[in-house]
């Protein structure tokens, strides 16, 4: 008897893709299964990692499982069938309903108080705090950094995919620095088509198109950033700044910076963009 | 200046491990400067700009990693190359190891050890509540070695876990192995295919000993704290885990373990028992052997007998060749009462118990020789000791009881209060046997001669005649070796018999013997 597994999935995400997976690369907190379509579905461990395409089973020895499969109504994890009928399921939307705009805005523009202190040297905020540059000293780094802001300036400028292709695939991590930062932008987006009443759908689909390439945890990444599904620990953020800047969002910011090097910091420099400087508006 | 680098295919690093590494690299006598990132065509670009480019990684694709380096030699170069796939192997261990580092929170060990799935509780009882539904609440199983938790928590805790598929051993649960791996105090057994549910610890303990030194051996062995057989809990982990062990396929024989359960809790147990198809040993200690009387189920007076029906039926053997040794094992201890008994000064019977469950069989089998014995948990209310700390006649005390164990260690661990107490014991003239239990295994005291072989020494010096008689409840793989604990403990002059049960028989046929003698 494994004493585990059985009905323990608290949650999963509501845009799993279908199929049946094998398991494409191992971690500690998270093990990525793909289809034949090349979708991506991650069991995780841990919360602070959780979306709307992931499977949250926190009582498994993740390196003991082999398969995954997912139908309509069962999801199959080894031998072991759960009924998504009688799981709590993850709701990765968030629709910025019943929100003072303006107010969400502005207290959004108070995380930057926290950059020097809370994010890592080498991610993307130097976009912001320009005396971060003085992080970057290697090769790498400077020629990373001089795209970065290349790609800003550009973004700016107007030309949105010439600065979406000037940051995309680049930087450090399993997640490039530069993808991580194009999926925040594009949940960023969805907050201007929100407070500006506009439709960015076609910008948010180039921008996708453009940033996709042929690694399938990038793409399943973007993917849901493109369709508006929010990353668990950014929704968190963003529920509490609805109320107010207060000490539960310092440590919503910890959790969302806790995932990877700088991989939480990048999406979250990526989400601020767009709303500070209005892109697509 | 010299340009190095290779292609990492098939692998996976997070991001925090390849900037590690890249900066570890950069470390190195000799190296200019040094990049570890995935291989997308942008950052081969960079690469290009920054001078690291080479030729290979043209070939690599978006899931590769880069590792490119500049240094001021080729020896340099290739230093750190040869160093690349030390430093990965260098993190992964760090990562494993440091999932052993102490922990200020429960968050921090779950994030430490994200594979958990049990968590064993043993704090002050008025926390161990909150702290096993948290743990609850973040899906693992959870085993509650502390007491003096309320039955309202229980219950809470219990429904929660049989809610949400999984298992709340406990409160007071102390004793479990769950997939070999023991948990409280527990035994070293072999892998088998016998799995128990058991709402006694020491009861667990006994009978899964047994079973080992019959040659069999444990799937699992579940705790559930005793209180889960009460009315109030309604036998609900008891019945979760016995559906558990039904449906384990390493499981093939089931032994429940249990004081008489309340008697809905009982009948629902039965009603359960109904389905299954494996046979099940049942031992209700003090209960109906028959009450559960049904084809598959094999009931059994004593631990003892439980153990050796299991180890009986996992091997494809009768169960009547057992009772029958049994039958001749008591008349050769009445035999053997008989022998001890002559010379003997004193006439009353002292025993001393760290095993609760223990202290219950002893009086249950003393019952049967010389009646209803004085105790801290007598059968009978009649014989409740009014002073604790000091024997009556006939008296069997359970030092494990919390009357005795606040503010010091359980007397499974800490031998002080019953080394005292049997010096107390042979001072009084009219004690003729002195019946002890030795529990051995993890958790246990490790070297428990060590305590006893001097006291029984110094008795013996205050009180030559009295006997000493026991039982272990062990295994021979257990870290103290039942077998040098019995050599031991037999040097000094104790009387080892094979089980509780038989050291109780014997205790008591004697006590029986010098009662009709001296009448």
């Known amino acids: 008897?494994?004493?585990?597994?059985?009905?323990?999935?608290?949650?999963?995400?509501?845009?799993?893709?279908?199929?049946?997976?094998?398991?494409?690369?191992?971690?500690?907190?998270?093990?990525?299964?793909?289809?034949?379509?090349?979708?991506?579905?991650?069991?995780?461990?841990?919360?602070?990692?959780?979306?709307?395409?992931?499977?949250?089973?926190?009582?498994?020895?993740?390196?003991?499982?082999?398969?995954?499969?997912?139908?309509?109504?069962?999801?199959?994890?080894?031998?072991?069938?759960?009924?998504?009928?009688?799981?709590?399921?993850?709701?990765?939307?968030?629709?910025?309903?019943?929100?003072d705009h303006t107010a969400f805005q502005s207290r959004l523009f108070q995380i930057p108080g926290l950059f020097p202190e809370l994010f890592p040297?080498?991610?993307?905020?130097?976009?912001?705090?320009?005396?971060?540059e003085n992080f970057f000293k290697s090769g790498f780094d400077r020629q990373f950094m001089l795209n970065a802001l290349e790609a800003k300036d550009r973004i700016l400028s107007g030309d949105v995919i010439g600065g979406i292709l000037n940051i995309r695939g680049r930087g450090y991590g399993l997640t490039p620095s530069g993808d991580d930062f194009i999926a925040g932008f594009l949940l960023g987006l969805h907050f201007n088509e929100v407070m500006y009443d506009a439709d960015l759908s076609a910008l948010r689909d180039q921008v996708f198109v453009a940033a996709s390439g042929s690694n399938p945890l990038i793409n399943a990444f973007l993917l849901n950033a493109k369709n508006r599904n929010y990353f668990r620990p950014l929704k968190k953020i963003l529920l509490l700044l609805c109320e107010e800047f207060h000490a539960p969002v310092r440590k919503s910011l910890e959790d969302l910076l806790s995932v990877g090097s700088t991989s939480g910091a990048d999406f979250f420099s990526g989400y601020m963009l767009p709303i500070k400087y209005k892109t697509g508006i | 200046m010299i340009v190095k680098g290779l292609i990492k295919k098939g692998v996976y690093f997070d991001s925090v491990s390849l900037m590690i590494v890249s900066k570890e690299l950069t470390k190195l006598e000799g190296i200019i400067d040094s990049s570890v990132i995935m291989g997308t065509k942008e950052n081969r670009e960079i690469l290009n700009a920054a001078g690291l480019n080479l030729e290979i990684f043209d070939d690599a694709?978006?899931?590769?990693?880069?590792?490119?380096?500049?240094?001021?030699?080729?020896?340099?170069?290739?230093?750190?190359?040869?160093?690349?796939?030390?430093?990965?192997?260098?993190?992964?261990?760090?990562?494993?190891?440091?999932?052993?580092?102490?922990?200020?929170?429960?968050?921090?060990?779950?994030?430490?050890l994200p594979g958990a799935n049990l968590s064993l509780i043993s704090i002050a009882g008025k926390y161990a509540a909150a702290e096993a539904m948290k743990a609850l609440k973040m899906g693992?199983?959870?085993?509650?070695?502390?007491?003096?938790?309320?039955?309202?928590?229980?219950?809470?805790?219990?429904?929660?876990?049989?809610?949400?598929?999984l298992l709340v051993m406990g409160?007071?649960?102390?004793?479990?192995?769950?997939?070999?791996?023991?948990l409280g105090f527990a035994n070293v057994l072999p892998k088998g295919n016998i799995g128990i549910v058991a709402a006694s610890g020491t009861g667990l303990q006994e009978v899964s000993s047994v079973i080992a030194s019959n040659g069999a051996g444990i799937s699992q062995a579940i705790g559930t704290g005793g209180r889960d057989v009460r009315k109030e809990i309604g036998g609900m982990m008891f019945i979760e885990a016995l559906k558990a062990l039904n449906g384990d396929p390493e499981t093939q024989i089931i032994v429940m373990i249990s004081k008489p359960p309340d008697p809905d809790v009982l009948k629902k147990i039965g009603n359960e028992l109904k389905s299954f198809t494996k046979p099940v040993v049942s031992i209700l200690l003090g209960g109906d052997p028959e009450i559960l009387k049904q084809k598959n189920i094999f009931p059994a007076r004593t631990l003892e007998e439980a153990g050796l029906f299991a180890a009986a039926v996992s091997k494809g053997q009768e169960i009547e060749s057992i009772k029958k040794s049994l039958s001749e094992r008591t008349a050769g201890i009445s035999r053997q009462a008989e022998k001890l008994s002559h010379g003997l000064k004193g006439k009353y019977l002292r025993g001393l118990f760290s095993g609760g469950t223990l202290c219950d069989e002893a009086q249950l089998v003393m019952k049967d020789s010389v009646g209803f014995v004085y105790s801290n948990g007598p059968l009978n209310a009649d014989f409740r000791l009014t002073d604790l700390w000091k024997s009556k006649e006939n008296s069997i005390i359970d030092l494990g009881e919390d009357e005795f164990t606040q503010g010091r260690p359980h007397p499974m661990i800490d031998y002080t209060l019953r080394t005292k107490r049997i010096l107390e014991e042979v001072s009084d003239p009219d004690v003729a046997v002195i019946l002890l239990d030795v529990v051995l295994g993890y958790g246990s005291h490790p070297d428990p001669c060590a305590e006893l072989v001097p006291v029984i020494l110094k008795a013996k010096g205050i009180s030559p005649r009295t006997l000493f008689i026991g039982s272990l409840t062990g295994t021979e793989a257990d870290p103290q070796n039942r077998r040098k604990v019995i050599s031991e403990l037999e040097k000094a002059g104790m009387i080892i018999m094979p089980s509780n049960v038989a050291a109780s028989e014997l205790s008591g046929q004697i006590i029986r013997k010098i009662s009709s003698t001296k009448n």
């Open chain 1, 1 to 99: 008897m494994k004493i585990q597994l059985k009905n323990q999935i608290p949650f999963v995400g509501d845009d799993l893709p279908l199929g049946n997976f094998i398991p494409h690369s191992r971690f500690t907190r998270v093990i990525n299964f793909i289809n034949d379509q090349s979708r991506i579905v991650y069991l995780t461990s841990d919360l602070n990692l959780f979306a709307a395409n992931a499977i949250y089973i926190p009582g498994t020895r993740l390196t003991d499982v082999k398969s995954l499969s997912i139908f309509p109504e069962k999801i199959l994890i080894d031998e072991m069938c759960f009924d998504l009928n009688k799981i709590e399921i993850y709701d990765s939307t968030f629709q910025y309903d019943d929100v």
């Open chain 1, 121 to 132: 040297e080498k991610s993307l905020v130097f976009l912001y705090v320009p005396e971060r």
């Open chain 2, 61 to 112: 694709s978006d899931s590769d990693i880069l590792v490119g380096i500049s240094a001021v030699d080729l020896a340099a170069a290739d230093r750190a190359i040869r160093k690349v796939d030390l430093l990965f192997k260098e993190l992964q261990h760090h990562e494993e190891k440091s999932a052993g580092q102490k922990v200020r929170s429960f968050e921090d060990a779950f994030r430490q």
């Open chain 2, 140 to 165: 693992l199983h959870v085993m509650i070695f502390s007491d003096n938790v309320t039955i309202a928590e229980e219950l809470e805790l219990k429904q929660f876990g049989r809610d949400h598929g």
């Open chain 2, 171 to 182: 409160p007071d649960c102390g004793s479990a192995i769950i997939n070999g791996i023991p």
